[in-house]
């Protein structure tokens, strides 16, 4: 069974525009990962955030994380068609020695040029 | 370099066959993953070996089995095929598989079961 929820599960905007995902997860984590995967293709790491840290940014994203409402978003800015792709949160849990990764259903990001 | 390889990239089997997918990790890469993604869903954990042993393991039944060689190569069978078994099968490779290390996937085996 998946660790977690996202939402919303499709999302579609318009080149430029900022695009909001949010993760939901169940259990105590020692960090939470986000993925990028096109279509038919294997998962990209984009960026780890520890369960320690609040916020993190990368380029064009940004993660926050509050352990308290186990939850976090990503935040991508000034969209480009080339970010189309299905993107998933994935939690690592300390007792799993970052071995086991559990995903959650991913949001469809659709940008139009 | 090069990253996490699979192989084969696409396999069509029927009920009740076995299959075996391989998996060639980053170079210095000690620890390998398995995960299954049905479509439309996020991917699930199956495996981890790291330094040939069995670090972890999900929920799947035992047709499901795996094994890491000298090289940190993998191999992942699964026997007796069932149509649910259509998937497409990830392998994920990082240094050391420890805590807040990102893993590196390959593209994938895409299994269709008919």
């Known amino acids: 069974s998946q660790q977690g929820e996202e939402d919303p599960q499709a999302l579609s905007i318009q080149e430029g525009e900022n695009a909001t995902m949010n993760c939901s997860y169940k259990?105590?984590?020692?960090?939470l990962q986000w993925y990028r995967q096109n279509s038919g293709r294997g998962l990209v790491h984009l960026i780890l955030?520890?369960?320690?840290?609040r916020e993190k940014h990368s380029g064009r994203l940004r993660v926050t994380l509050d352990t308290s409402k186990k939850s976090s978003s990503l935040l991508i800015t000034a969209s480009r068609a080339a970010d189309t792709a299905s993107y998933f949160c994935?939690?690592?849990?300390?007792?799993?020695?970052?071995?086991?990764?559990?995903f959650g259903q991913g949001t469809e990001l659709s940008v139009k040029p | 370099d090069a990253g996490v390889t699979q192989s084969p990239t696409h396999l069509i089997k029927t009920r009740g066959q076995h299959v075996t997918l391989r998996c060639s990790p980053i170079?210095?890469?000690?620890?390998v993953s398995w995960y299954q993604q049905v479509l439309g869903q996020g991917p699930q954990f199956i495996f981890q070996?790291?330094?040939?042993?069995?670090?972890g393991r999900g929920n799947f039944p035992d047709r499901f089995s795996a094994r890491q060689f000298p090289n940190y190569s993998s191999e992942l069978n699964v026997n007796a095929l069932l149509l649910g078994d259509s998937a497409l099968y990830l392998c994920?490779?990082?240094?050391?598989?420890?805590?807040?290390?990102?893993?590196?996937f390959g593209d994938g085996t895409r299994l269709s079961i008919l």
């Open positions: 994935a939690t690592s849990a300390r007792e799993n020695q970052g071995g086991k990764l559990i």
């Open positions: 259990t105590s984590i020692n960090n």
């Open positions: 955030i520890r369960s320690n840290e």
């Open positions: 170079s210095g890469h000690k620890s």
């Open positions: 070996y790291y330094e040939k042993e069995e670090r």
């Open positions: 994920a490779s990082s240094y050391l598989g420890h805590l807040n290390q990102p893993q590196h």
